[in-house]
């Protein structure tokens, strides 16, 4: 099964799931270079209902959030490794900053962000719940992200020795 949907796909398959009375989880993120971080909040995410669905930023989103550097992997290649997870259901690429859209579309039982946003930060918060679900905030693993193996990268090659 090719995981990779559109957004008209996602809409279509997300009702098809909720007819066969499936919980739908939903988190995204740009998952620029994969860590062991990343896949272990995937994993629990995925575990928190029957469907995992990943919302992949776009690299014109990325960089519009992280700045003209950012992305390293490019879209293509990130949905690719996010896709070879076994516990990734659907992935999405949006091009918006925000996946309110997203989630609007999909309306799931679970949204999923990291325990660095605060809830009433998190967009799509207030319509998952209008809605019947929750959302659940994640501990991050520490030490290690993207940013932090950029920057050991960097110190290791191009840095003091």
């Not at 579309?105 to 998952?128: M, N, Q, R, S, Y």
């Not at 719940?129 to 940013?147: A, F, H, M, Q, W």
Request: hydrophobic residues 40%; negative net charge; glycine residues 8%.
């Amino acid at each position: 099964m090719d995981k990779l949907a559109g957004f008209s796909e996602i809409k279509i398959l997300s009702r098809q799931y909720k007819d066969a009375k499936k919980s739908i989880v939903f988190t995204n993120g740009c998952f620029d270079i994969m860590h062991a971080g990343h896949v272990k909040y995937l994993t629990h995410a995925a575990s928190l209902g029957d469907i995992l669905i990943l919302g992949l930023n776009s690299d014109s989103s990325v960089k519009k959030i992280k700045g003209e550097k950012r992305p390293v992997i490019g879209q293509d290649h990130r949905s690719i490794v996010v896709s070879a997870l076994s516990c990734i259901d659907h992935v999405v690429v949006f091009d918006e900053p925000d996946p309110e859209l997203l989630i609007e579309a999909i309306c799931p039982d679970v949204l999923v962000k990291g325990a660095d946003w605060p809830e009433d930060k998190i967009i799509g918060a207030d319509f998952v719940k209008k809605n019947g679900g929750y959302i659940e905030r994640v501990c991050l693993e520490p030490d290690i992200s993207t940013t932090k193996i950029i920057e050991r990268i960097g110190n290791l090659y191009y840095g003091k020795q």
